[in-house]
């Protein structure tokens, strides 16, 4: 069992930044890769971007040059720095999880929004 803690959705204006958090906490968590997932309304759920144990990281295309992922490896905790924001990104975003063992866990999600 994997708890998360997300924080930092909120609204935003067009151009505006925004810094999201999550904290995972379980028994034993040993994690291959933690990033982030979005979900637009009447969309699919889209990856965002991802981090590695490595350090290695994958943003998905809209997002590159204008997002950064990062991790604290001690704290079990993903961040990731929107800037360059735009209503295209409004969503929820779900931080996720990859444990060694090959099971994904998601957190619950967080709104943001993007609207002058």
């Known amino acids: 069992q994997v708890e998360f803690v997300e924080s930092g959705g909120g609204l935003v204006q067009p151009g505006g930044s925004l810094r999201l958090s999550c904290a995972a906490s379980?028994?034993?968590?040993?994690?291959?890769?933690m990033g982030w997932y979005r979900q637009a309304p009447g969309k699919q759920r889209e990856l965002v971007a991802v981090?590695?144990?490595?350090?290695?990281?994958n943003y998905a295309d809209a997002v590159k040059g204008r997002f950064t992922i990062s991790r604290d490896n001690a704290k079990n905790t993903v961040y990731i720095q929107m800037n360059s924001l735009n209503p295209e990104d409004t969503a929820v975003y779900y931080c996720?999880?990859?444990?060694?063992?090959?099971?994904?866990?998601w957190g619950q999600g967080t709104q943001v929004t993007v609207s002058s």
């Open positions: 379980g028994r034993d968590l040993r994690i291959y890769s």
């Open positions: 996720y999880l990859d444990s060694v063992l090959g099971y994904a866990y």
């Open positions: 981090m590695f144990g490595g350090g290695r990281t």
